[in-house]
């Protein structure tokens, strides 16, 4: 069955991270908690924490990227919501026995050490849903 604990993060597609962290940083004095490439996804990843979320910016590596596409086609802007959960791989078994589409069956590594996956955005409303499980 599937648990959400919380809203985890909301992913940002930017076209220049040192450009957007400093709106987050300099205007709404948040801090930077940690930066990483995951490069299996082609991105460059910055979390900066918000009360009991975080927003995650994100930055293609390569134009080819997920991110990069996201950004040449919709422009830069929320590109998904992650969903905390306590179990990814329960929450996965669940979802499928209930016909949703994924774009993931099964987890794989996220920014930061999570596992995550995500949902189809035509089964959720046009939203790419990414669930996390953190450790």
């Known amino acids: 069955m599937i648990n959400v604990l919380k809203v985890d993060h909301i992913g940002i597609a930017v076209k220049n991270m040192a450009e957007a962290k400093k709106f987050y940083t300099e205007v709404l004095g948040l801090t930077v908690q940690g930066e990483e490439v995951v490069e299996q ?5 910055c979390f900066i ?9 994100l ?9 990069g596409k996201f950004i040449e086609k919709n422009g830069e802007g929320i590109q998904h919501m992650a969903l905390r959960v306590e179990n990814i791989r ?7 026995d209930k016909g949703v ?4 069956e099964s987890p794989r590594y996220g920014a930061g050490g999570a596992s995550i996956a995500f949902i189809h955005p035509k089964a959720t409303g046009g ?4 669930l996390s499980e953190r450790k």
């Open 41 to 45: 996804q082609k991105v460059k990843v």
């Open 49 to 57: 924490p918000c009360g009991d979320s975080e927003v995650e910016l």
């Open 59 to 67: 930055e293609s590596t390569t134009p080819d990227g997920p991110i």
């Open 90 to 96: 329960e929450a996965l078994a669940d979802l499928k």
């Open 101 to 104: 589409r994924l774009i993931d």
């Open 127 to 130: 939203i790419l849903l990414e």
